[in-house]
């Protein structure tokens, strides 16, 4: 498929009228642990996270939610927020490992990521099915991104490069998000 032919709209939505400068970001994540995530079926996936409550005390990251302040992104408790399921405290700071692929996936629980890339190159794989063998690849670029993860299909290659990232876990439906937006 041709990516003229996708609407990619649907996928993902960059934000770039909202400042972020990803190293700035990056700054304000020093110091923060990560550790080895399994998935839910208990098997390794190639990536380092953290939900440390210190990374939404942060003042980019209380920046970022302000602006984000009318998106389902849940925080509650801090100390105790685990309410969602594996993976999903409506924040994590995660690394990629270098040459780990993040298996072709939907988000079971969330239904956005709303994502701050912090290292380039990263590219995304989108799929239009499940068993697709044509795929969109969206790059990554210095911009805050959308990524609409529990009804698109999507995977990530092995790079020689770790990625890292931080991101918020949205709960409005994609169509509300795409309104919410035009507010920003």
């Not at 996708?6 to 642990?33: A, D, R």
């Amino acid at each position: 498929m041709h990516q003229d032919e996708w609407n990619s709209s649907e996928f993902v939505i960059e934000l770039p009228q909202l400042e972020f400068n990803p190293e700035t970001f990056l700054e304000q994540m020093q110091g923060i642990e990560l550790t080895d995530y399994v998935s839910a079926y208990g098997k390794p996936t190639g990536l380092q996270v953290s939900y440390a409550p210190e990374l939404i005390q942060t003042q980019i990251v209380k920046h970022y939610l302000d602006i984000f302040k009318d998106f389902k992104i849940p925080i509650g408790d801090i100390e105790n927020n685990h309410a969602h399921g594996q993976g999903l405290y409506g924040w994590s700071y995660i690394k990629t490992k270098a040459n780990a692929p993040l298996q072709r996936h939907t988000d079971a629980v969330r239904e956005a990521s709303i994502t701050f890339p912090l290292t380039f190159p990263q590219e995304l794989n989108f799929f239009s099915s499940k068993e697709s063998t044509e795929k969109l690849v969206y790059e990554y670029k210095p911009v805050i991104v959308i990524i609409n993860a529990k009804h698109k299909w999507h995977s990530v290659d092995p790079s020689n490069e770790p990625r890292l990232q931080f991101q918020l876990d949205c709960f409005n439906p994609w169509d509300e998000i795409k309104e919410l937006v035009k507010a920003l």
